[in-house]
């Protein structure tokens, strides 16, 4: 009997992407529909791409019982992501043209019970049914959504693409804890990536 897994964890080192794109996502390249919805029916399914050693990308896929008008209403609902996703204290459209959509954010991080709030602003660009992440301060992509139909329409795959953050950038607590115990480094990214995409998940799925 197989035990049932809560995610699935697949570490590998890339020096080439696929395509020459790094957000392009490797998960939806390298598997199949049947494949995705076996692996998704046990858990969440995670792909961190390494460069050099060091963390690049983490790419991640969840299945959504909903279809893809209703998820793509969720993730584009940025003045109310505080609302449903856990952490985010403010959020307020500040820019819109055409399919382009600028959002200032105040974030809440906690590490080892050590909380700060972070402000930061974000462009979005719509092009469903795939949503660009650009950072307004490096001014380029630093990440993605992606959503697949899937059983004829009535559920989505939901990939996220997302580029690591500089050690450096961390706060000084949690850079000096990854720098004593670099397993943490993955607890970092991962926990709040997880916390947003269930609470997608779970705002989609509600009647």
């Known amino acids: ?24 996502s490797l998960l939806e390249q390298s598997l199949d529909e049947s494949t995705l919805k076996l692996l998704l029916n046990r858990g ?5 791409e390494e460069k050099n050693g060091k963390l690049k990308y983490i790419d991640y896929a969840i299945l959504i019982d909903a279809p893809l008008d209703k998820v793509w209403q969720v993730i ?8 449903f ?42 092009k469903k049914p795939e949503l660009i992440i650009i950072d307004t301060e490096i001014n380029r992509e630093t990440g993605r959504y992606k959503l697949i139909p899937i059983d004829e329409g009535k559920r989505v795959v939901l990939f996220r693409t997302k580029e690591a953050v500089d050690v450096n950038n961390f706060g000084r607590v949690a850079k000096f804890l990854v720098i004593q115990k670099p397993e943490m480094e993955f607890s970092l990214y991962l926990s709040p990536l997880r916390i ?3 609470a997608i998940k779970e705002r989609a799925e509600q009647s």
């Not at 584009?76 to 609302?83: C, H, I, S, V």
């Open 85 to 126: 996703i856990p952490g985010h204290k403010d959020c307020n459209i500040i820019k819109k043209e055409n399919n382009e959509i600028t959002v200032e954010s105040a974030v809440e991080f906690k590490f080892m019970g050590i909380g700060s709030t972070v402000r930061y602003t974000t462009k979005y660009i719509l």
């Open 76 to 83: 584009t609902d940025f003045e109310n992501y505080p609302g």
């Open 196 to 198: 947003n995409m269930k």
């Open 1 to 24: 009997m197989i035990k049932k897994t809560s995610a699935i964890i697949l570490t590998v080192s890339l020096f080439m992407l696929i395509a020459n794109n790094a957000f392009a």
């Open 44 to 48: 969440e399914l995670i792909l961190l």
